[in-house]
T-cell receptor
Framework: QKEVEQNSGPLSVPEGAIASLNCTYS??????FFWYRQYSGKSPELIMS????GDKEDGRFTAQLNKASQYVSLLIRDSQPSDSATYLC???????????FGPGTRLSVLP | DVKVTQSSRYLVKRTGEKVFLECVQD?????MFWYRQDPGLGLRLIYF???????EKGDIPEGYSVSREKKERFSLILESASTNQTSMYLC????????????FGPGTRLTVL
């Protein structure tokens, strides 16, 4: 089992819909969770971080964390074609400085 | 604004050459990382450093070495480049602590012929 897994893509949604991206992790000592967006040919950029159970909202983005289920998700409301990218889930443990990245989910928002 | 810069966006080298990839960050971050990213394999950690002159192996250190002589600079060295090291190389940095994210440089696309 990989340490961080994401739902396999590609995921296609129509413009204006809600895109739901999921991530599960195996190590219970994981403490911090990050969502990065990566456009083709570019480097990853941070969208959201979340550390506590529950929801965290930032504009059209909502991150949800459930530590008991070892699950973190990213919802994108009112999806736009400019949201088309690969989304990477990253997990950081409460020891060490290392991040573990998931394989990414490719999202396509269709006009 | 955190800035992580990498010495080259594109690099073409020949098999057997020694290759240096440089990364500089301007926000006094303790931690610096080198990844490679390949289609279908995701981001894989090569080496990271949590302090000057300190280094730790990541998941795929074979064929690579690193150097961190100054806090702001982290170099990745391919002692003898091989074609299977053709890849996108990404440098990142972060502050210490659990809640601090990584900031990535623009990447270097290395082709080894």
């Amino acid at each position: 089992q990989k340490e961080v897994e994401q739902n396999s893509g590609p995921l296609s949604v129509p413009e204006g819909a809600i895109a739901s991206l999921n991530c599960t992790y195996s190590d219970r000592v994981s403490q911090s969770f990050f969502w990065y967006r990566q456009y083709s040919g570019k480097s990853p950029e941070l969208i959201m971080s979340i550390y506590s159970n529950g929801d965290k909202e930032d504009g059209r983005f909502t991150a949800q964390l459930n530590k008991a289920s070892q699950y973190v998700s990213l919802l994108i409301r009112d999806s736009q074609p400019s949201d088309s990218a690969t989304y990477l889930c990253a997990v950081k443990k409460n020891y060490g400085q290392n991040f573990v990245f998931g394989p990414g989910t490719r999202l396509s928002v269709l006009p | 604004d955190v800035k992580v810069t990498q010495s080259s966006r594109y690099l073409v080298k020949r098999t057997g050459e020694k290759v240096f990839l440089e990364c500089v960050q301007d926000m006094d971050h303790e931690n610096m990382f080198w990844y490679r990213q390949d289609p279908g394999l995701g981001l894989r950690l090569i080496y990271f450093s949590y302090d000057v002159k300190m280094k730790e192996k990541g998941d795929i250190p074979e064929g690579y070495s690193v150097s961190r002589e100054k806090k702001e600079r982290f170099s990745l060295i391919l002692e003898s480049a091989s074609t299977n090291q053709t890849s996108m190389y990404l440098c990142a940095s972060s502050l210490g602590g659990v809640e601090n994210e990584q900031f990535f440089g623009p990447g270097t696309r290395l082709t080894v012929l």
